[in-house]
């Protein structure tokens, strides 16, 4: 299987123009300044093409993390390869071969630090990151986007098997997805109509945050924005950079929060499922140990007979449109009179509510 | 016996259920894609005058059958869907005829039967346009 990141982009933009025009592309908060192709351009370079910052307890991104799975599913040199950090300077790489295509790859991107990032403590600290692999290594920069992990990484690449192989690399991608999408999420949910590219790299996250809080006292008082009013949020709910209400006022983000009316920042962030990311290939079970686990589900009554087989079967690579014409599922699909998507979200919605009370 | 371990299950349940709702959608890119049908009319390539043969013609993929039949001064053109795949796949939906010297560019629509018409002129340009064309069908349309 090879990779060829031109035709993925391509493949990319038109994923988003065909199924996300009116979410991301047309957006009411955008659409009138920019049509839908740039838009999609300006996305991408938010998402998918922003280098990710690492702090002191991230010291590799998930980025990094896609990289190293994308390079173990080469075949020969690179199959037991490992992306690591370590003391010491990397070997010099051979410039032949796989590694070599890497290493160039990889040195066409900027290696200068981000403003804020924990690189050059982590650099001192734990070394830098390598790609090791049999019998040669490469230097591999501390900041990458998840766009970087994939055009750098070899071709051509295994196709993965259906079941454990696939789906451990879907929950990496997943993560890469969710953790790119999350600041464009932050601030399209701070429910005030700002367009999330001009403030990405103008708010830090504890910034957006912030603003999140006090923008929901502000809600919460269900008061107009008056400067004495944002005196009493910002007061109990502090934005870093911003000591006087004043300053947060007449601040470029305070005129632009201050025009744009209000808008239901809850449930935005319901249907854009604004969570937390997880460290996923840490959570990723087994095949083994999810098939105990499910059986556990079922004993707990939180899923029937016929969802645990559901379950189990969607592991291993069956397809839904498939299992949704298996006997004893279309009867569940029958008796409850649901689709199969209906099904998939009511069991997601379940496990979701039994984890939560799990928690508590 | 495992202990419970919730945390880790509804993260796993959300991948593998995530994963197949994205194999799906692939499947279905790769179907949108695949909805086009080319048409080559080798043996008439080196006729100077093409004629269309009567008995009709088939797509690479053999899932829908051309006919051209001269009516007067038209070309009459027939589009059929052939077995329940093809049926299903243009059914009701638009398609546009293009040639690969671009004299024909004409759009109509499929029946719920899988059948489609198109009244052309009857002109050497036209029948020798007919030698390579492809149907593409709407995009935008539901499949």
């Known amino acids: ?360 | 016996m495992s202990t419970r371990n919730p945390r880790a299950l509804s993260y796993t349940i959300r991948v593998v259920l995530a994963a197949a709702e994205a194999r799906r959608e692939l499947r279905g890119l790769a179907w949108q894609r695949a909805a086009k049908f080319e048409f080559q009319l080798l043996a008439a390539a080196t006729s100077e005058l093409a004629q269309p043969p009567a008995e009709g013609w088939y797509d690479s993929q053999r899932q829908l059958k051309v006919t051209a039949r001269i009516q007067g001064e038209e070309l009459h053109l027939s589009v059929q869907a052939e077995g329940y795949e093809a049926l299903r796949r243009v059914a009701g939906r638009s398609g546009r005829l293009r040639s690969a010297d671009r004299i024909l560019d004409v759009t109509f629509k499929f029946d719920q039967a899988g059948n489609a018409f198109a009244a052309l002129k009857s002109a050497p340009d036209v029948h020798r346009a007919l030698i390579s064309f492809e149907i593409a069908l709407d995009d935008s349309e539901q499949s």
């Open chain 1, 1 to 360: 299987m090879r990779i060829e990141p031109g035709a993925l982009y391509v493949r990319l933009i038109g994923l988003l123009a065909a199924g996300y025009a009116e979410s991301l592309l047309k957006h009411p908060w955008y659409a009138s300044r920019m049509d839908a192709e740039e838009a999609a351009g300006r996305y991408f370079d938010a998402t998918l093409g922003r280098k990710l910052l690492l702090t002191g307890r991230v010291p590799l991104s998930v980025a990094h993390r896609l990289f190293a799975a994308l390079c173990a599913r080469c075949a020969g040199a690179l199959e037991k390869s490992t992306l690591k950090r370590r003391v010491g300077a990397a070997r010099a790489a051979n410039d032949f071969g796989v590694l070599g295509t890497i290493r160039r790859c990889l040195s066409k991107l900027s290696r200068e630090p981000s403003p804020g990032s924990a690189s050059p403590t982590l650099l001192s600290r734990l070394g830098p990151i390598v790609l090791a692999a049999r019998d040669d290594e490469v230097s591999v920069p501390e900041e990458m986007a998840i766009w970087d992990a994939i055009a750098c990484s070899p071709s051509p690449i295994m196709a993965l098997p259906p079941g454990e192989p696939f789906n451990r690399f879907c929950s990496i991608v997943i993560d890469c997805i969710r953790t790119a999408n999350r600041p464009v999420l932050e601030l399209l949910s701070l429910g005030r109509p700002l367009c999330p590219f001009d403030w990405l790299d103008e708010l830090s996250i504890q910034q957006v945050r912030s603003l999140k809080s006090f923008l929901r006292h502000l809600k919460s008082q269900d008061v107009p924005d008056t400067l004495e009013n944002w005196r009493e949020a910002l007061k109990q709910n502090p934005v870093p950079g911003f000591k006087a209400v004043e300053a947060l006022w007449r601040s470029p983000i305070g005129t632009a929060l201050r025009n744009g009316g209000i808008y239901p920042s809850v449930a935005l962030e319901q249907a854009m499922e604004l969570v937390e990311p997880e460290n996923g290939i840490e959570l990723f079970l087994v095949q083994q140990e999810y098939q105990d686990q499910v059986r556990l589900l079922r004993a707990d009554e939180v899923i029937g007979a016929e969802e645990q087989y559901l379950l189990i079967e969607v592991y291993a690579g069956a397809a839904l449109e498939e299992l949704a014409e298996r006997a004893p599922i279309r009867a569940l699909l029958r008796g409850r009179n649901l689709t199969i998507d209906e099904l998939i979200e009511d069991i997601r919605e379940r496990v979701d509510h039994w984890q939560q009370g799990t928690a508590s």
